[in-house]
Structure formats: structure tokens, C-alpha cells
């Protein structure tokens, strides 16, 4: 507003000055008050502000475009951002979504390795996942008639996870591999590593008699005898205890 009051001032003032040389050129008073010389210098005096003028304007108009282009730059610089702004924004979004799905698969993985209940003959107890699945694949192969494998899943599962809530049941089916192969005194080792870690183990009596046919297998006799009265007298109600004392009567 202030640019085009000046503008304005600057036109009328414009015309001012030429009025008065129209004036000057055309009245007859004019000319009778000035001599040749002095008209000739208001005449060159009022062509030199009317130029001075003309300047004035141009540099205005010159001030004029630079603000428009510098507005113009602005803008294009809000633009600018406001994309940079608009990537930026997407770029975090992505982020967040990778960080999401980068958590949930940590905790994925986490819960592999968290412990949760099981239950393996008659006890419950807490068990690793991997834990439980070398449990579960080892038995698996024992079940299948194969023992050797089966042997050593159990061997490498008793290693791996020696305070196991399946250890007592890991040791009476290995020792239950070992019978099957032949191997007789590895056998008789399990079977009494159970009894001496959790004789009130669920296959505790079915342990002991296992013990007692090892040794008989090995020609131990009076051992065997010994196994299987001791059976009778701690496991009484037991199955392996009808079994015990059939044997009991075959040996005597």
C-alpha cells in the first residue's frame, strides 16, 4: 500500500510538471516573464526531474519484481520442505512398521526359549521348548525299535539338560535302550541312577525290575533274587511288583 501511495505521488507530481511546461510553451504571459535563457534552463531543469522521476519509477517497479521473485523463491522453498516434510514422515511410518515386526519377531524367537509347563509321567514340572522336543524326538526313536539312535538322543539329552524335570524318565528309557541292545550293565546304571535321584518316580518299581532282569541276563542270580524282594518290599502295590514275586518263584 505504502509502494503504490508513492507511486502515485510520483504520478502527480509527473503531471504537475507537464501542465507546466505546457504551459510555458503556450501562454503568452510565460513568455514574457522569461528570457530565452532562463526558459531554456526551467526547460532543462524540469526534463532533468521529469528523467529523475521516470528513474524513481523504474526502481520502484525493479523493487516490486525482486519482492515477487523472492516471495516466489519462498514459496517454492515452503514446497520443498513440505515434500521433505511428507517424506520424512513416511520414511518414520516405514521405520516404525519394520521395528514393529522386527519386535514381534524377537519376542517370537523369545518364546522359544521360555520355559512352559509339561507334564511327563505323572510330574509336572517346567521345560524348555527345545528341551521338551529332544525329549519327545528321542523317545520317538525308541518307540520306533530304534534303539542304538535312541541311546544316543537320550545320552546327548542327559548332557544337554542334566536338571531336566524329565531326567529320571530320560534315564529309565535309556537304560531301557541299553537292555534292548544288549548291553546290560549300562542298563542296571540308569535304571539305579533313577532310583537313587526320585525313587518315588512314577517307573521307579518298573526300574528295579528292570534291574533284576539284567542280572539275571548276566547270570547273577543271587543278585537278581535280592533285586526282586527289595522291589516287593518298597513297591508292594505295584504292577512290577506281581511281576517281581511271579519271579520270585521261578528263581527258587
Same mark, same amino acid.
Given at each position: 500500500?505504502?509502494?503504490?501511495?508513492?507511486?502515485? @505521488?510520483?504520478?502527480?507530481? *509527473?503531471?504537475?510538471?507537464?501542465?507546466?511546461?505546457?504551459?510555458?510553451?503556450?501562454?503568452?504571459?510565460?513568455?514574457?516573464? &522569461?528570457?530565452?535563457?532562463?526558459?531554456?534552463?526551467?526547460? /532543462?531543469?524540469?526534463?532533468?526531474?521529469?528523467?529523475?522521476?521516470? #528513474?524513481?519509477?523504474?526502481?520502484?517497479? !525493479?523493487?516490486?519484481?525482486? /519482492? *515477487?521473485?523472492?516471495? %516466489?523463491?519462498?514459496? !517454492?522453498?515452503?514446497?520443498?520442505?513440505?515434500?521433505?516434510?511428507?517424506?520424512?514422515?513416511?520414511?518414520?511410518?516405514?521405520?516404525?512398521? %519394520?521395528?514393529?515386526?522386527?519386535?514381534?519377531?524377537?519376542?517370537?524367537?523369545?518364546?522359544?526359549?521360555?520355559?512352559?509347563?509339561?507334564?511327563?509321567?505323572?510330574?509336572?514340572?517346567?521345560?524348555?521348548?527345545?528341551?521338551?522336543?529332544?525329549?519327545?524326538?528321542?523317545?520317538?526313536?525308541?518307540?520306533?525299535?530304534?534303539?542304538?539312535? $535312541?541311546?544316543?538322543?537320550?545320552?546327548?539329552?542327559?548332557?544337554?539338560?542334566?536338571? $531336566?524335570?524329565?531326567?529320571?524318565?530320560?534315564?529309565?528309557? %535309556?537304560?531301557?535302550?541299553?537292555?534292548?541292545?544288549?548291553?546290560?550293565?549300562?542298563?542296571?546304571?540308569? &535304571?539305579? @541312577?533313577?532310583?537313587?535321584?526320585?525313587?518315588?518316580? #512314577?517307573?521307579?518299581?518298573?526300574?528295579?525290575? $528292570?534291574?533284576?532282569?539284567?542280572?539275571?541276563? /548276566?547270570?547273577?542270580?543271587?543278585?537278581?533274587?535280592?533285586?526282586?524282594?527289595? /522291589?516287593?518290599?518298597?513297591?508292594?502295590?505295584?504292577?512290577?511288583?506281581?511281576?517281581?514275586?511271579?519271579?520270585?518263584?521261578?528263581?527258587?
Amino acid at each position: 500500500m505504502q509502494r503504490y501511495n508513492s507511486l502515485s @505521488a510520483l504520478n502527480r507530481t *509527473r503531471l504537475r510538471v507537464l501542465s507546466a511546461i505546457v504551459m510555458m510553451a503556450f501562454s503568452g504571459a510565460s513568455h514574457a516573464l &522569461f528570457e530565452d535563457g532562463d526558459a531554456r534552463r526551467a526547460i /532543462l531543469d524540469l526534463r532533468a526531474r521529469s528523467e529523475q522521476l521516470q #528513474a524513481a519509477d523504474q526502481n520502484t517497479l !525493479n523493487e516490486i519484481q525482486q /519482492l *515477487r521473485n523472492s516471495l %516466489l523463491d519462498l514459496q !517454492n522453498q515452503i514446497g520443498a520442505l513440505r515434500t521433505e516434510i511428507a517424506t520424512l514422515r513416511g520414511e518414520k511410518e516405514e521405520l516404525n512398521r %519394520l521395528v514393529e515386526q522386527y519386535q514381534q519377531g524377537v519376542d517370537s524367537r523369545l518364546r522359544q526359549f521360555e520355559p512352559k509347563p509339561v507334564e511327563s509321567d505323572g510330574m509336572a514340572f517346567q521345560a524348555q521348548p527345545a528341551e521338551q522336543q529332544a525329549y519327545e524326538s528321542a523317545l520317538n526313536l525308541l518307540r520306533q525299535g530304534e534303539f542304538e539312535s $535312541s541311546r544316543d538322543a537320550f545320552t546327548t539329552f542327559l548332557r544337554q539338560y542334566p536338571q $531336566s524335570g524329565y531326567s529320571a524318565s530320560a534315564r529309565f528309557w %535309556l537304560g531301557n535302550a541299553y537292555y534292548a541292545t544288549r548291553q546290560y550293565q549300562p542298563a542296571i546304571e540308569q &535304571f539305579n @541312577a533313577l532310583l537313587a535321584s526320585n525313587p518315588q518316580h #512314577a517307573r521307579a518299581p518298573e526300574a528295579a525290575l $528292570s534291574i533284576a532282569n539284567s542280572q539275571i541276563e /548276566l547270570k547273577s542270580v543271587d543278585a537278581a533274587r535280592k533285586t526282586l524282594e527289595n /522291589l516287593v518290599t518298597v513297591y508292594p502295590d505295584s504292577e512290577a511288583a506281581v511281576a517281581a514275586r511271579e519271579r520270585l518263584s521261578r528263581l527258587r
